[in-house]
Structures are given as structure tokens and as C-alpha cells.
């Protein structure tokens, strides 16, 4: 008898959570749609968070730090060698910035100042070679300074320089995908 108490207990136990249909479903959502629920015990990160998470270190130097966009990182269609690439360079030389700012000053407003740029990238990954094909200049307010879009010119990759870097980034993705 105490077995049979148990196991009635146990179901009406589960079956009770279930039983009571949108009870916490939000006023404002309709009663045809589904409740979203969503579980964590970490805190929903915010957009300035996943922007952050998308940009990957490669390296830094004088003139400034260098960042790739790990969610940008695709296989050309036309050729499976080729893989395309997003970087950024955020300028830390004063003497880089001080030279932007007066180049493209009219651009710029008062409190505003060129700070980063953005370079699309393709590297044939079986010749080693590299071609710019989009660079884009940014303010700190995000305002478009400058584009340069270019034609397909591949050049050869020399050894420790950021395209170097850049390199190793595209085989690997190239290899693991």
C-alpha cells in the first residue's frame, strides 16, 4: 500500500507542473504562439559583449592591435583554397592617428577621431599568397572615413608579418572545415 502511495505521489507530481496550461506565459504574448523559455545560470550578455566575443587576438605592435572576426571566417564558393578573412587594426600610434585625423578631418567632428580599420582578406592557403579586396576606415563614433574596394591581386606571404599570422589562421580553418 505504501508502494502504491509512492508511486501516485511521484506521478502526480510530475504531471502537476504540466497540468496547468500558460500560467506563466507573459500577458502581452499571444495565446496561439508557444512561451519561449529560456534557461541559464549566467546572466544574457549584452550586444557590447557579443561584439567583443566575435573579435579573436592575432597580435599586437607599435602600431596598433591586431584582431580577426572569427565569425567572418568563410571558403570562397569559386575556389576551396581560398578563404576569406576580416581584420581590424585598432591604432594605438599616436603619430598613425594624428595623421588620419588631419587627412580626413572634414569627416571628422569635434570630439571624434579615426581609430580603427577594417581589412577583408582572401589568402589562397595552397600558394600562400594574399589579396585585399575591401579596406574601410572607422571613427571612434563608428562613422566611415574612408573605402577602398579593390580587384583580386594576390601577393606572396613573407614569413613573421601579420599575413603571416593571417595565414595560419585561414589553413587551419581551411583544415577543420
Keep these: 500500500m505504501g508502494k502504491?502511495?509512492?508511486l501516485l505521489a511521484l506521478i502526480l507530481g510530475?504531471?502537476?507542473?504540466?497540468?496547468?496550461?500558460?500560467?506563466?506565459?507573459p500577458a502581452e504574448q499571444e495565446a496561439?504562439?508557444?512561451?519561449?523559455?529560456?534557461?541559464?545560470?549566467?546572466p544574457k550578455k549584452t550586444p557590447e559583449e557579443l561584439e567583443q566575443e566575435r573579435?579573436?587576438?592575432?597580435?599586437?605592435?607599435?602600431?596598433?592591435?591586431?584582431?580577426?572576426?572569427?565569425?567572418?571566417?568563410?571558403?570562397?564558393?569559386?575556389n576551396k583554397d581560398v578563404v576569406q578573412i576580416l581584420v581590424r587594426t585598432i591604432y594605438r600610434d599616436k603619430q598613425i592617428i594624428d595623421k588620419l585625423n588631419n587627412k580626413y578631418g572634414s569627416k571628422l567632428e569635434d570630439?571624434?577621431?579615426?581609430?580603427?580599420?577594417?581589412?577583408?582578406?582572401?589568402?589562397?592557403?595552397?600558394?600562400?599568397?594574399?589579396?585585399?579586396?575591401?579596406?574601410?576606415?572607422?571613427?571612434?563614433?563608428?562613422?566611415?572615413?574612408?573605402?577602398?574596394?579593390?580587384?583580386?591581386?594576390f601577393f606572396p606571404i613573407k614569413s613573421q608579418t601579420l599575413m603571416d599570422t593571417v595565414y595560419m589562421i585561414a589553413k587551419n580553418y581551411q583544415r577543420n572545415n
Excluded: C, H
Design 4 to 6: 502504491i502511495l509512492k
Design 32 to 42: 496561439g504562439q508557444p512561451a519561449i523559455y529560456e534557461m541559464s545560470i549566467l
Design 111 to 153: 570630439d571624434d577621431s579615426a581609430i580603427n580599420s577594417d581589412m577583408q582578406m582572401l589568402i589562397n592557403v595552397r600558394k600562400k599568397t594574399y589579396a585585399i579586396i575591401d579596406s574601410k576606415l572607422f571613427s571612434k563614433q563608428g562613422k566611415l572615413l574612408y573605402e577602398n574596394i579593390q580587384d583580386k591581386k
Design 14 to 25: 510530475l504531471a502537476f507542473p504540466f497540468s496547468v496550461v500558460n500560467a506563466g506565459q
Design 55 to 78: 573579435w579573436a587576438y592575432l597580435m599586437s605592435n607599435g602600431t596598433g592591435l591586431f584582431l580577426y572576426d572569427n565569425k567572418a571566417l568563410a571558403i570562397s564558393d569559386d
